[in-house]
Nanobody
Framework: QVQLVESGGGLVQPGGSLRLSCAASESVFSTYAVAWYRQAPGKQREFVASITSGGNTNYADNVKGRFTISRYNAKNTVYLQMSSLKPEDTAVYYC?????????????WGQGTQVTVSS
């Protein structure tokens, strides 16, 4: 059982930056694909970014060029660096991990961290 804990959320002004962290309880995390999803009030959860165990990344079109996903396996942690934040980025951000991208929907989830972009 892999436990995921997200952190780093908060209130930021438009144009600002935040870095989210997803820390895992098990070292096997380093072999897993990891993704970030987000869910805004009244909306469905949507994909934000993913990274494979080999470091291949993928981004949703609406965050490409503004967000960067990375991983530091020595700390069992995946990061989401968010820049040029917009009010529409406001959501609860969730970390998702699974042995590979094909099994993400059946993988592990964290409890989420709130990101609010507002002036």
């Amino acid at each position: 059982q892999v436990q995921l804990v997200e952190s780093g959320g908060g209130l930021v002004q438009p144009g600002g930056s935040l870095r989210l962290s997803c820390a895992a309880s098990e070292s096997v995390f380093s072999t897993y694909a990891v993704a970030w999803y987000r869910q805004a009030p009244g909306k469905q959860r949507e994909f934000v970014a993913s990274i494979t165990s080999g470091g291949n990344t993928n981004y949703a079109d609406n965050v490409k060029g503004r967000f960067t996903i990375s991983r530091y396996n020595a700390k069992n942690t995946v990061y989401l660096q968010m820049s040029s934040l917009k009010p529409e980025d406001t959501a609860v951000y969730y970390c998702n991990a699974a042995p590979n991208l094909a099994t993400m929907s059946n993988g592990y989830w964290g409890q989420g961290t709130q990101v609010t972009v507002s002036s």
